[in-house]
């Protein structure tokens, strides 16, 4: 499986698409995550908060960088989470700890380009992976 994109390659072509164009974006993003084992998918890895089920299953390699594991059973929520990993994915657990997660995502205004059912758990995707990092920078 392909890595996912780097955000700023994300957003310079998001920028360029009408809303239609912007959901395909979404949709194919969330294609490039790795596959997630079923097994994985548990009520502990549920995060909590979002509309449609999104399972988030963090680890730490062995050079101390995050790499999460994700899936949703809704397509565009699938993209939105790739989106929010591929602002962190494969970092060091120390950067990803110091970095604000909501305003690199900011430029996108998925606000304003998606429902409030497919936003609202934003933010705890976001907690969840600031608080692995921190947990795991200490």
């Known amino acids: ?3 996912l994109p780097a955000l700023d390659d994300i957003f310079d072509e998001y920028e360029l698409l009408d809303s239609e ?3 395909r974006l979404l949709i194919d993003l969330g294609r490039k995550l790795e596959p997630m084992p079923d097994v ?3 009520d502990a890895t549920k995060v909590r908060g979002c509309a449609a089920s999104v399972w988030v299953y963090p ?3 062995p050079d101390g960088r995050l790499h999460f594991q994700a899936d949703s059973n809704a397509a565009i929520t699938k993209g939105i989470v790739a ?3 591929a602002a962190v994915q494969d970092k060091p657990a120390e950067e990803v700890a110091r ?3 909501a305003a690199a995502l900011a430029r996108f205004d998925l606000a304003r380009q998606l429902s ?3 936003t609202q758990g934003i933010p705890s995707m976001i907690a969840l992976v600031r608080d692995t990092a921190q947990r795991l920078a200490a």
Do not use: K, P, S
């Open 1 to 3: 499986m392909a890595a």
């Open 21 to 23: 164009d912007r959901y």
């Open 40 to 42: 994985l998918q548990t």
């Open 59 to 61: 680890q730490r390699t």
């Open 83 to 85: 989106l929010v990993l």
């Open 99 to 101: 970095m604000d997660v």
């Open 116 to 118: 409030a059912n497919r």
